[in-house]
């Protein structure tokens, strides 16, 4: 019985190693027509934040609003007509800066059009299959005010503030 459960095992994972040898992205969107097809958005941002992210905080919001912002320069309906990537900290809670960039693009990791590496700031250079890019950064100041409102008002309270901002506050055009 026991070499039984070895052999599956064994069976199991040089399978998994199969697949992982094809790494080539792949254009799986099933929708009509191209990437530019629009995906309705049907829950209130707070929600769509919560629900995904478990929590309102400052840099999930900050990165939402990263991703909107990209796809409103852009141009572009995000999702499958864009990759993303990410440079940031990779600790929390800069880091949940990458998960806001995933709900407003709509770029996941999942469908391997966000990358992610090791950054001082959050910072993400977008791309479109039209052959556009923009890069944004957060300011330099802001790490140090978000750290403030923290312990002024908390996490959530400092994640609806930034919500109800301008994204301008916060969000630079970067150098490519
Ligand atoms: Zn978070």
């Given at each position: 019985m026991r070499h039984w459960l070895v052999l599956i095992c064994a069976v199991l994972v040089t399978g998994c190693g199969q697949t992982d040898t094809q790494e080539t992205l792949q254009d799986h969107n099933h929708r009509e027509g191209s990437g530019m097809v629009e995906v309705?958005?049907?829950?209130?941002?707070?929600?769509?934040?919560?629900?995904?992210?478990g929590h309102?905080?400052?840099y999930v919001v900050l990165g939402y609003k990263m991703g909107l912002m990209a796809r409103d320069l852009l141009d572009s309906p995000g999702y499958f007509d864009m990759t993303v990537e990410v440079e940031s900290p990779l600790t929390p809670p800069p880091s949940c800066l990458i998960d806001g960039i995933q709900l407003g693009s709509g770029c996941t990791t999942g469908k391997r059009?966000?990358?992610v590496t090791k950054g001082p700031i959050g910072r993400a250079t977008f791309h479109t299959k039209k052959g556009t890019s923009v890069v944004l950064c957060l300011?330099?100041?802001v790490p140090e005010k978000v750290r403030l409102w923290i312990e002024e008002i908390g996490?959530?309270?400092?994640?609806?503030?930034i919500l109800e901002?301008?994204?301008?506050?916060?969000?630079?055009?970067?150098?490519e």
């Open positions: 309705e958005v049907k829950t209130p941002e707070l929600t769509r934040i919560e629900e995904f992210h309102i905080g400052p059009n966000l990358t300011r330099p100041d996490v959530e309270k400092s994640g609806k503030r901002a301008s994204p301008e506050e916060y969000i630079l055009l970067g150098d």
